[in-house]
Structures are given as C-alpha cells and as structure tokens.
C-alpha cells in the first residue's frame, strides 16, 4: 500500500500566531453526510445531531449509571456542560476530580492507569475528515491511551466546524485554528502555553461500536 504523502506540522507554533478563519465555520450538510458516511465504513459509530443540547441528551442515554468516566480536557465539554454533567452529578464514578486530587510525585503511576483504561472516556477531537479519518492533538498526551483504545468505550463530541476534506487540511487545522486557540486558553488556565507535542491519527476503529462520535451541525469548541 502506497502512502500518501503529508507535510509534518512543527511541534510547536508561536504564540503570536492568530487562529485563521477558514476553519470557524460550520461543514456543510454534505460534507457532514460524507464524513459520517466514511467514519461508519471504518468501524466507528457515528450520529449526526442538531446542537449541543441534543448531544448533551445523548451522551447521557450512552452512558450507563455507576460506570467510570474520564473527560478529557476539552472546550466542547466544558462549553456544552458535558463535563459538569458528567463529573458533578453523581450518577457516573468520575476520574478527573479523583486525578486532580492525587498527588503527582508520588501517585503518578495510579494517576497514568485511571487516565489509560477507564469504562468510558468523553471528549472531543481536532478534526474529523470526510475520507474518514480523526485527528487529535495534545499537549501532555494524557487523553491518547484511552482514546486509542484503553478506554472500553469512546465518546466524541465534534462541532460542524471541525469537518475538513481530508488529512491534509485536518492537519493544518489542528497547527493554523485549534492550536492558537489553545495556547491561549493554556496560558490562562495553567500559567504555561501549549504546544503540539503528540498527534493521535485514527484511521478506523478495529473494535466496531467501541467509538462513538457526536457530529454536530452546529459549531462548538476549538
């Protein structure tokens, strides 16, 4: 098999740089059927919904009470109030509030296991392609093992905005829109910028059902 060639992005981008526009606004209806069409042929399940209401109404119809949960660190989440309903209403065993309260130095390998394989973990990408692809960028990496497939099950939540053609243009996405807009939110949050040390592309799901992903029509998160 013949790969296609992709320009690698640079691990990190200034912190001057803007996020652009061309990737702000809402996919199409088409590009969305298409995205959802190809996402499906390559093992993931996929449901296009109307805004983040109804998202927030199905994450929790996809997630049985008692379960244990790790949201990743997402806008979408924090936007929509997924992660409030998720880690504050008692009806899941929520791992994030359980990791903010370890202590790092001496508990790291408890912290890097309940992050790695939780029953379900909940968050967003960078970018879905319509040839069927995921692409997720990090800063630490933290979510990856249980998006890649630690976690028993996956739940993506993806505004209409993060539906590109391909790759290619998922890549420079992630460098020229998401990133610039995270560093932002980094510095104010943590103290430190971000940067884009670790890129998870998923081509397919081997597991099929293991992976759901939210297509939204509406823009919402990075």
Not at 193 to 198: E, G, V
């Amino acid at each position: 098999m013949t790969a296609t060639p992709i320009t690698p992005i640079t691990p990190t981008t200034p912190a001057t740089s803007l996020p652009t526009t061309e990737f702000a606004g809402p996919a199409s209806e088409e590009a969305l059927r298409r995205a959802a069409t190809a996402l499906t042929a390559h093992g993931f399940a996929v449901e296009v919904l109307d805004d983040v209401s109804a998202a927030r109404t199905r994450v929790r119809d996809l997630i049985p009470a008692g379960v244990e949960v790790f949201t990743s660190a997402s806008e979408t989440l924090r936007l929509s109030g997924i992660n409030e309903d998720l880690n504050t209403s008692g009806r899941y065993l929520p791992v994030r509030p359980r990791v903010l309260a370890m202590d790092r130095a001496t508990e790291g390998d408890d912290i890097r296991r309940l992050t790695s394989c939780p029953d379900y973990v909940v968050g967003s990408v960078a970018a879905v392609t319509e040839t069927g692809s995921v692409v997720v960028a990090s800063g630490s990496g933290s979510q990856l093992p249980a998006y890649s497939g630690g976690a028993g099950r996956a739940i993506w939540i993806v505004g209409a905005q993060k539906v590109v053609p391909d790759l290619g243009t998922a890549l420079r996405r992630v460098e020229e829109h998401a990133f610039p807009l995270e560093n932002v939110r980094s510095k104010e949050v943590y103290g430190v910028p971000s940067a884009i040390n670790r890129l998870l592309i998923m081509n397919a799901e081997p597991f099929p059902g293991r992976a759901t992903i939210l297509l939204l029509r509406t823009p919402i998160g990075f």
